[in-house]
């Protein structure tokens, strides 16, 4: 039990604390340059130090627990809460003190190297396919201007660059073909990128016993694998598969009063990355399922009795798939196919 309990706002430059020493009941409340920081820490005894989760508040924590001190993240959303009036670092500061002393909070568990520079993979490869899309998108619009226009599918977009690169193809007149060239050179370096990106994942996932395990799941592959070891780490912070499922936001949003309980659309909490990949794997099976070329074939076909939704269907399908990766990453088990 420490007897200091510390709230700090953090920021690039300036670090705001807010402290409470509860054997005197002392208020400690400083404004620390970064540079000042680890110092300022490193004359005070070993304390309790809460800071909002973000995207640096791992590399925070991490240095603060090698002084000798207990770190917790607490949500951004669930400190929001404590924030009395104005906006300030020293408002939001000792709003994350309240809520460290909240005997309710729950918390983030405080990510490794390994883990952020994992993620670091997937957040770059993410923002690329969706630079990629958006190219792809105005290949498209500029070619359909002229009536060029080529079917759905990412593959389908080679039937377009093409034509750009044929200069003796009359339909595209030269002015458009010099503007869209640059954009075909572009999607060309993405395409290489993303290429790169893919293999260093895959070979994150051969590498981590984890996620091979998890790889074994129809609906899960090295991508989704490598990012739920990378994002989750330690599942037995989860209480059973229906609260990890829960935390993805794959579950119905409640709505109740009294003797009223309503279930509506998926909360769409936690994670949205995780929940994407999981919903499309889960989209893909089921295709699958529907040709009786899955083992998830009966229990897409008892759904299908029942909902005439697909997509619900597909989400139903990625909590059950939810719910394994739980039992797998908690219990180090392997998949057993029904």
């Known amino acids: 039990m420490h007897n200091i309990t510390i709230g700090m706002d953090i920021a690039k430059s300036v670090f705001q604390v807010h402290g409470v020493d509860k054997r005197t009941g002392t208020v400690i409340k400083k404004r620390l340059a970064r540079s000042k920081l680890l110092g300022f820490f490193a004359k005070l005894e070993p304390s309790l130090i809460g800071m909002e989760a973000c995207s640096t508040s791992h590399h925070w924590a991490r240095e603060l627990e090698a002084l000798g001190h207990e770190v917790k993240l607490l949500p951004a959303n669930y400190v929001k809460a404590y924030v009395k009036r104005g906006k300030n670092d020293a408002i939001d500061a000792e709003a994350v003190w309240e809520g460290l002393e909240r005997p309710t909070m729950r918390f983030v568990p405080i990510k490794s190297r390994e883990q952020q520079g994992v993620l670091a993979l997937h957040k770059v490869r993410s923002q690329l396919v969706g630079e990629r899309t958006r190219l792809v998108n105005l290949l498209r619009a500029y070619m359909a201007e002229f ?22 193809d009359e339909r595209l007149p030269a002015s458009c073909r010099a503007a869209l060239t640059a954009v075909v050179r ?17 070979a994150h996932c051969k590498s981590n ?14 991508i989704t694998a490598s990012a739920l070891v990378a994002t989750v780490g330690d599942a037995t ?25 309503r279930k509506g659309r998926i909360s769409k909490m936690g994670n949205p990355y ?3 990949l999981l919903v499309l794997g889960a989209t893909a099976t089921m295709r699958q399922a529907q040709r009786g070329q899955s083992s998830a074939s009966a229990f897409v076909r008892r759904l299908l009795a029942k909902k005439k939704s697909v997509r619900l269907i597909t989400v139903a399908l990625a ?20």
């Open 237 to 261: 912070v989860f209480k059973s598969g229906r609260h990890f499922a829960s935390w993805l936001g794959l579950t119905p949003r409640q709505h109740a009063s009294g003797f009223k309980d």
């Open 319 to 338: 909590n059950k798939m939810a719910r394994i990766v739980w039992v797998l990453m908690a219990r180090g088990e392997c998949y057993r196919a029904a």
């Open 147 to 168: 009536g060029l226009v080529a079917p759905q599918g990412i593959w389908r977009i080679a039937e377009l660059k093409a034509i750009v690169g044929d200069k003796a």
């Open 186 to 202: 572009q999607l060309d370096s993405l395409a290489n990128a993303i290429e790169d990106l893919d293999r260093a994942v895959v």
């Open 209 to 222: 016993e984890t996620s091979r395990r998890l790889s074994a799941i129809p609906g899960i592959g090295p």
């Open 274 to 276: 995780l929940r994407t």
